[in-house]
């Protein structure tokens, strides 16, 4: 298995699990009215089947675990992040890259002396 790691291209489909911020009262029976956001697992299927699509690695680290952090290439507001190894309810374990993305920054104020 290679780990991923920043840049990498892949992409998800029904059935992975992954963690995201998400309003309460999609994932707590007791919280029928809060909107307010918390960080947590949910199954790309029903509810959530608009979050397979491809995402690039922005982020990957663990000691305890090789945790991915992506964004969507078609929306990066969104976000999701999984592990790869260790004990956790969000892992995704065998996923290979698609491609490699490269980030660019664009200086778009006065030009430096």
């Given at each position: ?108 104020g006065d030009t430096p002396k």
């Amino acid at each position: 298995m290679r780990l991923l790691q920043e840049g990498d291209v892949i992409e998800l489909t029904e059935g992975h699990t992954v963690y995201m911020m998400v309003p309460q009262c999609l994932v707590y029976a007791n919280k029928p009215d809060s909107w307010a956001l918390v960080h947590h697992e949910v199954s790309i299927s029903g509810t959530f089947s608009f979050l397979a699509r491809r995402y690039i690695v922005y982020k990957a680290y663990g000691d305890d675990g090789h945790h991915v952090h992506c964004e969507a290439i078609d929306y990066p507001a969104l976000r999701i992040d999984f592990y790869q190894s260790g004990s956790y309810t969000a892992m995704i374990k065998d996923i290979a890259p698609i491609g490699n993305a490269v980030r660019q920054w664009q200086w778009s104020g006065d030009t430096p002396k």
